[in-house]
């Protein structure tokens, strides 16, 4: 990938491989349109040959910040043609593009949980956090500058990317090994 650092000292950290391999696993297929600065990944379901879910976002220049656009995954409710969605792919989304936007020298990543309904915003917020993700701010409709920057009111997260690998390194080596051993 044109741009990517890395280093012969890199942190033993998970790779996009890693992340692909798990994807594959899960019977997903995952297709990158990126283009410089600017992430689109996109979680393909092997079986039906259709886009599942896609996650969008931008490096923002010497921030050293990630921000994510769009995290979306359909269900079975919103498109009753698709079969039941494999659990993770979220999760596949979430990790691939923070271990990308490592690559690119991000320390952070931000993302907005939209207020298009207030139980569902309840229920990203709770999700993200089970990832690592934190509270930051939260936008609302007089927010100028936010609603900019977001397009939206939400709960503004955030989170430490290098913690994230840390964390998550081991626990998808050892998700990716079970799920092989099976």
């Known amino acids: 990938m044109k ?19 798990y994807a594959d696993v899960l ?19 092997r079986s039906e040959q259709k886009t599942i879910g896609y996650i969008t976002g931008f490096v923002r220049p010497l921030t050293g910040l990630l921000q994510l656009e769009t995290i979306q995954v359909r269900n079975r409710r919103q498109s009753l043609d698709y079969k039941t969605i494999p659990k993770g792919v979220s999760f596949v989304l979430g990790c691939w593009a923070l271990r990308w936007a490592y690559s690119y020298g991000c320390k952070r990543a ?17 999700l993200y956090q089970t990832y690592g993700y934190k509270i930051k701010d939260t936008i609302e409709e007089n927010n100028i500058a936010g609603r900019l920057v977001w397009g939206a009111v939400g709960t503004l997260m955030e989170i430490d990317i290098e913690d994230f690998l840390y964390e998550w390194t081991p626990k998808i080596r050892q998700m990716l090994f079970d799920a092989e051993v099976q």
């Not at 931000?110 to 709770?126: F, Q």
Request: hydrophobic share 40%.
């Open 27 to 45: 019977g997903v297929d995952l297709k990158s349109s990126n283009i410089g600065i600017y992430l689109k990944l996109e979680a393909i379901s």
């Open 110 to 126: 931000e993302l907005l949980a939209v207020r298009d309904d207030p139980m569902m915003e309840g229920i990203l917020v709770r």
């Open 3 to 21: 741009g990517l650092t890395t280093s012969s000292d890199e942190l033993d950290i998970y790779s996009i491989n890693d992340i692909e391999d």
